[in-house]
């Protein structure tokens, strides 16, 4: 069965797509026309508007595009959907947005403390794997997916611990107190290693986990989050194998591969351009005491 008969709005999310160009517009205005509002400020340059452009792209595409529809179908797109979010649109966002446009926000009475505490290295990496653990709980998980409200309201808390587990490893502002060279390393390790039991569980279940995936009234409920009540009441529909020929447990494990697939390239990219970071610096901090040594030893032979 075609997923078009849910309709365009479910489709394409059209408000959620105003919303996003007009947080881009506001954006840009404040970084090119409201700059000189800022104490200290820099002008924005290319690559920080091409990544939080694609920091954009990219959230529209796994929240407002039938990727967000077939995420409540099956599984398989909903683990697509949690390792884009979570792993790729963060370290993008933090990267495309300037330092001096974060640290207003950081530093608001409320953020300040909670954001300072949530991005200390052991914290932000407890918080956003346990979390994600937790929602992968399958009484949580369904219990969460059949409330909109908590599952809006849980996925923007993840979505906040997702930022601070990765500021540390990616942010670019000249006071952080962020990582460096292999803690880096030891830092990403670490979290591979903490998303990993939330997969297993996925992947190596041999029965249905979640019955928001397996169970045509609890399916139904959950499907509320994208598609109106009153255009599912207008469907004869008894559950999500109407629009897949994969059973129900093979779709689990496929979403529980995809997410540790894209969490370790992810990972692995990350991973390489810290080691060639740190490697380079390394070679930089070489030369430069190979340069003292012998300016020394010249100075001493005069």
């Known amino acids: 069965m075609p997923i078009s008969i849910f309709g365009f709005s479910a489709l394409w999310s059209p408000y959620f797509l105003v919303i996003l160009l007009f947080l881009s517009a506001v954006f840009f205005y404040v ?79 409320v953020v300040k403390q909670l954001f300072a505490f949530s991005t200390r290295p052991l914290i932000s990496l407890i918080l956003f794997n346990g979390l994600f653990s937790f929602y992968h709980i399958p009484l949580i998980f369904d219990f969460i997916k059949m409330s909109e409200p908590l599952h809006g309201l849980y996925t923007i808390i993840l979505f906040f611990f997702a930022l601070c587990m990765w500021w540390p490893l990616v942010n670019e502002h000249p006071e952080s107190n962020g990582l460096h060279g292999l803690k880096k390393i030891g830092y990403i390790f670490a979290n591979g290693i903490l998303l990993t039991p939330a997969c297993a569980l996925i992947i190596f279940a041999s029965a249905p986990l979640y019955a928001t995936y397996s169970d045509g009234s609890s399916w139904l409920k ?28 093979e779709d689990q494990k496929t979403g529980g591969i995809v997410m540790k697939i894209i ?40």
């Open 263 to 302: 969490q370790e390239i992810v990972y692995g990219v990350v991973l390489a351009q810290v080691f060639f970071e740190w490697f380079r610096k390394e070679e930089e901090d070489a030369d430069k005491l190979t340069e003292a040594a012998l300016s020394q030893h010249n100075k001493s032979m005069y």
């Open 31 to 109: 970084t090119i026309n409201w700059r000189s509002k800022f104490r200290v400020s820099e002008p924005l340059t290319k690559r920080q508007a091409v990544l939080f452009i694609t920091a954009v792209l990219v959230l529209y595409i796994v929240k407002g595009t039938p990727l967000d529809l077939m995420g409540h179908i099956m599984m398989t797109y909903h683990m697509v959907q949690m390792a884009v979010l979570y792993l790729v649109v963060p370290p993008l966002l933090i990267k495309g947005v300037p330092w001096w446009v974060w640290n207003p926000l950081i530093h608001l009475p």
């Open 222 to 249: 959950a499907m509320e989050l994208c598609v109106p009540a009153s255009t599912l009441s207008s469907l004869n529909l008894s559950g999500p194998e109407l629009f897949s020929n994969m059973a129900v447990v």
